[in-house]
């Protein structure tokens, strides 16, 4: 997930925030929750078709980094076998 260290610091303007009137939210991975997802996904009570629209074999890693990066597509996987 990239967690950065917990002795890890960020400096930022508190006046820029302000003015640009932003808005600083944290995240938490709620690794709790894989085992009940994989049971709604077995399940087959979330939809999940259509979700991966491009498949590429491992040796085609680069035409699927320039899909990435031009936006063709929700999500691709790169396959193994």
């Known amino acids: 997930y ?8 960020v400096s930022w303007s508190p006046f820029e925030i302000f003015e640009r ?3 600083i939210k944290g995240s938490f991975a709620q ?3 894989f085992d009940r997802a994989l049971l709604y996904l077995e399940s ?7 979700i991966v629209t ?3 074999a491992l040796a085609e890693y680069g035409a ?3 899909a990435l990066r031009n ?5 691709s ?3 193994a076998a």
């Open 54 to 56: 491009q498949e590429f």
């Open 2 to 9: 990239g967690v950065y260290d917990k002795a890890a610091r």
């Open 21 to 23: 009137e932003l808005t």
């Open 31 to 33: 690794t709790h929750c």
């Open 64 to 66: 699927a980094l320039d």
């Open 71 to 75: 936006r063709q597509g929700i999500k």
């Open 77 to 79: 996987a790169i396959m």
């Open 44 to 50: 087959g009570r979330i939809k999940v078709d259509g």
